[in-house]
């Protein structure tokens, strides 16, 4: 063998090398460009649209979770916010995963064996029987709608549909898919859907209703149930021979679920509390869900009993109630007109918070401070007679007199020359800042100072405001702010004084025995009504242990009715609206330690019958009792130089017939002899009322705080 012929097989075998290499490096190159542009591609479609795909319509719920109000979309399109775990019927999520995709917790949003499937089936019988689509894949063809179908768009939906597995979980992508999903003109989501449709949330879906729901969002606008409702039901139909087909449900529910109409018209999505919601939204903006305190079923309830109460009444007439829980304040339900939609009513204004003129509803402190002050006894008796106060003359609301009748009675019967006087001795300014201080703001005339006329509507209030006053009634003298708006933020809210335990209980005990209305039971609530002047308002107010309840009547421009009345047309509402809470009036607290119980013969001499200023008439010289020591509305510090408190606080007296009786706040604490002072235990820091009754009679009180 000669060197030429060794040589000449590996030579020729270099040609081949050099080919396959250049073969190689050219499919590299090309491999590199292609993916080089793929990444390039996938990089200018830039990052997700989470953000605008979590836009919802702004939702108002109330403290159970349940749908108040809804508001469109800026672009008029309804979209809920939805959590599949506790918003949506597990038949639905069984048939959606069979129908759709029944692997979609173990892909990551490409389903390769459904692609083949589809593909296949489309191949063997010449028509799509099952797409390939994952929920991801459709969940990204709803982020970045595109009207044409090819395959570049099916190629965008996976690229996207790995991104979105990769940025959210599962349940998050579910939602999304659920909140998104159309079903025919303006409606996404199933909960709009479920909604408009069917008139509940998608919590409990018939078989009918999931199969339905399941088919729509293939074809929205062709399968549209009130433009298209029999190919709604032909859709629906084929859902449900597909999961029959697949094992998923008998052939006997599929064919009862067939005889199911669907429904052929949509209805409105739910507008409760519309006042609430409308100023929860302006609140608290760009905050998709809102809860409320309000209870749905009360609230629906009594928006009912209003609308049809004020129909009742007459035209241009309003109705205002507000349901509030008397231990946290919370507000249960808030009805600001009978419709919000009637402009005759002026149904968009909210009478719960509109400043009217409240007749004789605030009365109940008036007592209330009198009792306080222990000048006077629900058993005493007082006149009901003529009199002037300077140029005021009050006169009852039927124009007569009673004559002397228990504090109890003129109370009950909303006498107003008893309560005109007691104003005279508690006095108006001190009741002015008391409510004020308890969270009731009175808006007076301008440049004019609390008087005697407060007494009897002379001033302006709100009815949220009453309710939290006579909340603090049923409280036994404390109130607390109202809440509407529930937050991860809240606040404590401190009790703020309204008046003593002891005469707050006296209050509610005297208003439990107000002659109800016709035909309402008695002894169930403590209710007081009033009435202002020229028929503008009626009100009435009323608690039990559980809640406060406040109603009123009248017509929002302040036009006179005439004949309203709070007895005729506020109180009958005040009792339904107990009725339809749905629970029996819970009993009002036992007294506190401290109260009197007595008839008047019972009761200290002083108490018996109410004298005011200057009607004592004194004989042989004697003067009537003073307190000289502590003097009234003082401060006393009860600690001592090295941080102990001291255990007796004297007080001294002038004047008055021996032997005295010392009372602190309403219990007898022994008698004052000739030295005319006597020590007293305080019973702890706070106000503490000290009286001192002489033995004709004549008495003497002052309020002071130990702190």
Partial sequence: MNATETIAPAALRQPRWRRIKWAAAVLTAVGLIATGALVLWVVSLGPLPLQQARQVSPTVVDRNGKLLRAYAMDDGRWRLPVDARTNVDPTYLKLLFAYEDKRFYSHDGVDPLALARAATQLVTRGHIVSGGSTITMQLARLMEPRHERSLSAKLHQMVRAVEIERQLTKDQILNLYLALAPYGGNLEGIRSASIAYFGKEPKRLSLAESALLVALPQSPENRRLDRHPDAARVARDRVLDR?????????????????????????????????SADRAVETFKDVPVISLTLDFRLQKNLEALAHDRAVSLGPNISVGIIAVDNESGDVLARVGSPDYFDDSRAGQVDMTRAVRSPGSTLKPFIYG?????????????????????????????????????????????????????????????????????????????????????????????????????????????????????????????????????????????????????????????????????????????????????????????GAPVPGLAGRTAAAPILFDSFARTGKLPAPLPRPPKGVLIASNAGLPLPLRRYRPFGELVRTGGDQAPHIQFPLNGSRIDASGSEGTRFSAMPVKVTGGVLPMTMMVNGVTAGEIGSRRQRLIDPPGPGFVRLTVIDAAGAADTVVVRIQ
Wanted: aromatic share 6%; hydrophobic share 40%.
């Fill in 243 to 275: 999961m029959v087909e697949d094992g998923t449900i008998s052939k006997e529910d599929a064919a009862s679920a067939k005889a199911v109409a669907v429904p052929r018209m949509r209805k409105s999505i739910p507008i409760l509390a519309p006042h």
């Fill in 369 to 557: 401070l009198a009792f306080e002050d222990g000048f006077v006894h629900p058993e005493s008796l007082i006149d009901d007679r003529p009199i002037r106060f300077g140029d005021y003359a009050p006169r009852d609301f039927d124009m007569t007199f009673q004559g002397t009748v228990p504090v109890r009675k003129a109370l009950q019967l909303s006498l107003n020359v008893p309560a005109v006087a007691l104003l005279d001795r508690v006095g108006a300014s001190r009741l002015s800042s008391r409510l004020k201080q308890a969270g009731g703001n009175l808006v007076l005339p301008k440049e004019e100072v609390p008087g005697l006329a407060m007494g009897l509507g002379g001033v302006g209030v709100t009815l949220q405001d009453l309710v939290q006053l006579y909340a603090g009634i049923a409280r036994l003298g404390t109130t607390r702010p109202l809440r509407e708006f529930i937050e991860a933020s809240d606040a404590p809210r401190d009790p703020q004084r309204l008046m003593d335990p002891v005469a707050a209980w006296q209050v509610g005990n005297v208003l439990m025995g107000t002659p109800p209305p016709e035909n309402a039971p008695q002894h169930r609530i403590a209710f007081k009504t009033g009435t202002s002047y020229g028929y503008r308002d009626a009100w009435s107010i009323g608690f039990d242990g559980r809640m406060t309840i406040g109603v009123w009547v009248g017509r929002p421009d």
